[in-house]
């Protein structure tokens, strides 16, 4: 019997689009499995997550002009650790990511914004171009 032809195979990023899909439902099924192995991996990969931070720290200091208020920075971490004890996790964000394709932002007082987790993890490394 012939080999069944399907067609030409699927464009790369469609196929990714699906295989993120398929382990997003996997994980919203089996969520004691899905932190189970996320954590497996994380113990097995240390260097990768100190690799990441130590990344992600020399862009901060890179990005940190000197004319910064320290001080002010200060205070808006401080902020999102008293929100973070009311019970609800809130993260420094900034309004124009230090990491971006297009722009750069600065490690500043006036690029630092206080946002719950949930929305500076969806928002990402976006930028916001309604504010303007």
């Known amino acids: 019997m012939p080999p069944k032809f399907y067609g030409p195979p ?15 439902k996997w994980a919203e099924a089996n969520p004691e499995a899905d932190a189970a192995a996320k954590k497996r ?12 931070v130590r990344r992600r720290q020399a ?6 002009p000197l ?11 401080r ?9 609800v996790p809130h993260e420094v964000d900034h309004i124009i990511p ?6 750069c932002g600065l490690h500043c007082e006036a690029n630092l914004q206080v946002l719950p987790m949930s929305a500076n993890r969806r928002k990402s490394n976006k930028i916001d171009v309604s504010a303007e």
């Open 98 to 103: 230090i990491t971006h394709p297009l722009v």
């Open 67 to 77: 004319w910064a208020d320290v001080q002010a920075m200060q205070e808006i971490y």
């Open 10 to 24: 699927l464009p790369p990023e469609i196929q990714k689009q699906r295989r993120d899909a398929s382990r997003k």
């Open 59 to 64: 862009k901060k200091r890179n990005a940190t």
């Open 41 to 52: 991996w994380a113990d097995a990969n240390k260097h990768v997550g100190i690799e990441t």
């Open 79 to 87: 902020k999102a650790r008293e929100l973070s004890a009311s019970g």
